[in-house]
């Protein structure tokens, strides 16, 4: 897989402060990318970068195998987490006039915008002012307004703010149709469990530093402790939970699970396997639940910001 997006030991200073420190990333094309941090970690220093609206101090960006120059700019559609629409303005004349700032013909920004509206059900809104709608509905508008064009590299900072479970829902989906159709997509969040349903690859930024990146599942390999959480069912809990406490490491367990007596969860060191693991404890009682512990995205987030 080769990278859309790369951006290669770029720094950034306001006055004294360094906003960005030697970060190089690379974004795979046709992948969703996640750029994580914490407030303040220079995550929209870089996507600010990125879109031109600032420029670095050191280092370069790449985007397809060339330089940024500012003719890129039709090949990027940018959603930041601060919108952006004019609220007097009706809702389709304004759609008309940012279709047409990204090189659409009036002619042609129509007929996408009728596509998008009447997908997202919301062809009533054309004579609405920005003004009349609810935070959600206007972002529906500035989603349609970012992807209008079909730019290679769409980058998406907090894309769900504002909006009920069912229009989050809607509107991943989107966002995966438009990956699966050729799109690079940039997601900046801070709700790793949507990081969890949508992206493949992650850089995490704390400081101004990246401190973590890779493949999702290679970096929660990585991270993985060979933890078990386990449910039986004994007549006999004293006697199976000193059994299993002599030959395993047992950690305090907080995971929820039906109509189970015992629940543990059970560290493996190099001396046994899962297999293993599992055959003692169906000799011992009914193993009615038994999963590994992989590292969700938000420990990982969590665990590598207090490392650093």
Request: hydrophobic letters at 40%.
């Amino acid at each position: 897989m080769t990278d859309l997006l790369i951006t290669d030991s770029v720094s950034k200073n306001f006055g004294n402060f360094r906003a960005l420190n030697n970060v190089s990333i690379a974004v795979p094309k046709g992948s969703i990318f996640g750029l994580l941090g914490p407030n303040g970690a220079g995550k929209t220093t870089l996507i600010r970068i990125i879109n031109q609206i600032t420029m670095p101090d050191t280092g370069g960006v790449f985007l397809d195998g060339e330089p940024l120059r500012p003719e890129h700019i039709k090949n990027i559609g940018y959603l930041p987490e601060e919108r952006g629409l004019y609220k007097s303005m009706k809702v389709g004349e304004q759609a008309l006039y940012l279709a047409q700032l990204k090189g659409l013909s009036k002619q042609e920004a129509k007929q996408r915008l009728k596509y998008w509206f009447e997908k997202l059900e919301i062809g009533d809104w054309w004579n609405k002012k920005i003004q009349e709608l609810s935070k959600g509905q206007a972002q529906k508008i500035q989603f349609i307004v970012t992807v209008l064009h079909r730019p290679k590299l769409l980058i998406f900072d907090e894309p769900f703010s504002g909006f009920d479970p069912i229009n989050a829902n809607l509107i991943k989906d989107e966002i995966l149709q438009l990956r699966d159709e050729g799109a690079t997509v940039i997601f900046s969040t801070h709700r790793m469990e949507s990081v969890e349903e949508l992206c493949d690859h992650i850089a995490l930024i704390h400081k101004s530093n990246k401190v973590l990146d890779g493949k999702l599942t290679d970096i929660k390999k990585t991270y993985r402790t060979n933890t078990f959480e386990v449910g039986l069912q004994t007549d006999a809990i004293d006697q199976v939970t000193r059994d299993i406490k002599e030959k395993f490491e047992v950690l305090p367990a907080t995971f929820k699970n039906l109509n189970d007596d015992v629940k543990l969860n059970i560290k493996l060191n190099g001396n046994y396997n899962s297999n293993e693991l599992l055959s003692f404890l169906t000799s011992k009682a009914e193993v009615h639940h038994f999963v590994e512990v992989i590292p969700s995205a938000n420990d990982i987030f969590i665990q590598t910001v207090k490392n650093n």
